[in-house]
């Protein structure tokens, strides 16, 4: 149980240094600078792929077993789970307009500039307010069984980027990681939360 808890922490942390490359190129965007569009596309793509996959569908687990157990949780986990599909949705958006200025199309900056702001705000408070009010509920509240039911709830994967044989899909983030101290690297197998 310790170790899932650990696991999931890990995982927000690597999802934080990524929003925040990501911040870095939106910030060169805004500024007229050149970003690089295929990093900030493998970004999001990888917070699609292992976040909305694999990391959320776990914590919708533990989420539904901390309600029945704290009722007192069940409103801020209703915001969360919304959350799940708002990121999620954010997620495509930003994808979509990513892709426009790749391919030339015509697309306003202030569009893809809205997008890429929501997206950033809505995941890191998102984590945030798990970090605070979530994992340490659980950590408490949940019992061996429920870790179970937890992990049970998405398949059990390889990290494509953070673990310990990332599968070559994210080649610019891969690049860029030996540079950047790895929050919760060195993970093959994912845990649950
Ligand atoms: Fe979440
Ligand atoms: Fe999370």
């Known amino acids: ?18 929003l925040s490359i990501l911040d870095e190129q939106v910030a060169k965007f805004r500024d007229g600078e050149s970003p690089d569009y295929n990093l900030m596309l ?4 990888y917070l699609r792929e292992f976040g909305d996959c694999f990391h959320h569908p776990r914590e919708d687990a533990a989420f ?5 157990r704290d009722p007192q949780m069940q409103l801020p986990i209703n915001r969360l789970l919304q959350e799940h599909r708002v990121i999620a949705a954010a997620g ?12 030339d199309a015509h697309v306003l900056r202030s569009t893809v500039e809205a997008a890429a702001a929501l ?3 809505y995941y890191r408070h ?9 994992l340490p509920r659980a950590r408490l509240l949940l019992n ?19 673990g310990n044989t990332p599968t070559g899909t994210y080649l610019r983030l891969v690049e860029l990681m030996p540079a950047r101290p790895s929050v919760g690297g060195n993970q093959d197998a994912v845990a649950s939360p």
């Not at 493998?42 to 793509?45: D, L, R």
């Open 1 to 18: 149980m310790t170790t899932q808890i650990a696991q999931w922490h890990a995982e927000h942390g690597n999802f934080s240094l990524l």
């Open 42 to 45: 493998e970004i999001v793509s």
């Open 64 to 68: 539904t077993i901390l309600a029945a």
């Open 92 to 103: 495509e958006e930003l994808v979509a307009r990513l892709n426009q200025v790749v391919s």
């Open 119 to 121: 997206y950033l705000a």
């Open 126 to 134: 998102h984590i945030a307010t798990e970090e605070r009010q979530i």
């Open 144 to 162: 061996a069984q429920d870790w179970d039911a937890v992990a049970r709830a998405a398949p059990s994967c390889s990290d494509p980027l953070f």
